[in-house]
């Protein structure tokens, strides 16, 4: 017996048996003497009425669905939920042979069935003997989709498909093979194909790869144990939230594509998990060159459009793709040893990995002198190695945690920050896509100690992994949130990045760096520096909002550390003048007094980051253009004070009491204002008698602040005004008279008002 007339033995007797099975059924069928409506092969009816039996329904079915004596129902699953009803679903045969779509679910309460609903397929008559063999239908499969690799095989399927999605679907007898593999372009593919079993034509195929995002647990550098969506793919879980519409890939070696489209780096990777826990892995994490073979020209001839980079690449050295350059080394004309690589977190899937150093030229990029080696020791600890030429060095493996985890989870909460605190669905506030580029540094600064926002049309994040000395990976939470809010900044108020405009706009970017830190760690987790986790030299933070002078950076405009905005120094201040701003939020948030470095005297009442950002985020997106400096952002601050609080005159004078404390503005005049003549018709009160709010029009250039105060004189609100419409929300108010009395310096003006 050959093998084809073997697979088709088999199949008869499958058939066989099936058959038998089902003829024992037919003779236990019985009429239950009414038929379910059917639409469109759709079933959804009650029994509750009918008092069935689960025995009784399944001796019934066929009848029930309107089928034919060729079908038949077998159970397949049952589950009972904790409302105490139970589930059982049935598959639909036809001589046999399963039809893939004809499924019926009948839910059983206390034992007798309360309700059917699912699918069904009414078929008139079918050939089920199939013409071609299991190996043909495989392997017509796997041409289809030009697999010349298969990861795992299952078992082939005979069963009945629709091979047309429309109303009036057509059915056909059909082998089911599932392909699990790789194609001739390298792309791995998971599909069910379905074969015609009579002529071996490809009817369709379906993936099962869903990209939908999965929950992870992401073991953090900074941050601890956080949790992250990830997407899952035939190779695992990847660093992409699909609801949030962010994408965090490695950059490590990558260089930006000439042709850029909206992609920075068309040859970033992926980062790969086998499972959702994201925790620490092997790492080659440092590498020096300590001896260096004599008669090579590695540390030599410096200076000269040469210099010495650090490598990792992984293949063969011809064809090696590079997938980090850690460190540049300049050093006159020579170079002393030993030369060391720090921070380079690459995570080797394997030892197929080469390091090393190599001499570059800027103009060409050719490499004239090298010393790699293989990464072929994956435990921890430190090993020697010696590359063919003789020369000499070590390589460090530490098990570490992936600073990619940090740039994506600090994302999505920073996603999450501007959408819930601040209503802004991402940076153009309609769902734009967030690429993150971790290890994306270097080809734009040459070194690893930065992080930085790229404007339109690319909207990206790019991070440097720190040289380790100066700072450590720059991914911390609120550098997340600074460099995304540069790219807000980019789309509505525009500061152009030099000078005062500048230094606004680095301000801001730090302003809701922090608030974004506050709203994710809270109280207990927050503080009021910036970029705390990731700067090792010196003070070991960017920034201090709370005490700008600690890192040389201006409290006061104009005052003490103050960058001239002609200086060709940092854009003209944009970092260091930043302070001015950054102590402004600080105080607005959280109050605060002192004298400035004009002299003056402050004292500012805290009116809470709830409400400090608000005001801030107004300004930007509402008040402020390319060139504003910082006496807009005054204006613009006291005016989003008044759009969003206009019955709270405190939070009025806390803004402006926190622009005199870094010496912009006077102190604040709605308490202490010289004389201010009013006329009848300055101030207009409408509608009086009044019952939910009343509206004070006023004419008047400065503003005022107001009491309303009971008939006993006691006063029950205070209330701000300013110029135009004022409206003033009086329903927690007792029905009554009442007086509003505006100060107005040296005299005061009265109106009265009556509460229905």
Known sequence: MNRRIFKLALIAAGLTTISASSYAQKAQKQDPGFTVPVKNGSVAASLKAKG?????VARSLVSMLGLSDKHTFVEVSEKTDKLGFTHTTYQQYYQGVPVESGKILVHFKNGTADNINGKVVHLGTMAVQPSIAEEAAAGYAANSLSVNRTIRTYPVQLVITAVSNGAQKEYALAYKVRIDGYTTEKKVVMKNVYVDAGSGKVLRQVSLIAHTDATGTAHTLYSGMRTINTDSTADGYRLRDNVRKIETYD????????????????????????????????????????GVASGSGLLTGLGSGNFVTSLVLRGDLSTAETVSWPDIHFSGPTLPLPVIANNIYVFPADTGYLAGYAKVNFSTGDISDSAFFYV?????????WTDAAGNTGTFTIAKQKNPALDAHWGMEMTHDYYSEVLDRNSYDDNGGVVKNYVNGIWPFIGD????MALPAPYFSMLYGMGDGENMNPVVGLDVMGHEFTHIVTGVTAELEYQGESGALNESFSDIFGTAIEFYTKGQAGANWTVGEDVVIAGNGIFRSMSNPKAEQNPDTYEGQFWIPVTSPEDNGGVHTNSGVQNKWFYLLSVGGNGTNDKGDAYSVTGIGIDKAEQIAYRNLT????????YMDAYAGSLQSAIDLFPSDSSVYRSVKDAWYAV???????????????????????????????????????????????????TPVMTISVSKGLNPVDISTLAKGVYMIRYNTGVKGYVQKLSVL
């Open 376 to 384: 072929n020791n994956l435990a921890a600890g430190t090993h020697p």
């Open 251 to 290: 950059a490590g070696g990558a260089e930006p594509d000439g042709g850029w489209g909206s992609d920075v780096f068309t040859n970033a990777r992926d980062y790969f998990s086998q499972s959702t826990d994201w925790d620490e892995q092997p790492a080659l994490m440092e590498m020096s060159l300590t």
């Open 52 to 56: 069935m039996t689960k025995t009784e």
């Open 622 to 629: 509402t008040y402020l253009t390319m060139n504003s400096d």
């Open 448 to 451: 690893q100690n930065n992080a």
């Open 663 to 713: 010496g912009i503005g006077e102190k604040d005049s709605t308490t202490a204002v010289t004389e201010v003549q009013v006329n009848s018709g300055d101030l207009k009160l409408y509608p009086n008698p009044a019952t939910q709010r009343v509206t004070i029009a006023s004419s008047l250039d400065q503003p005022l602040e107001a009491q309303i105060l009971n008939v006993v004189g």
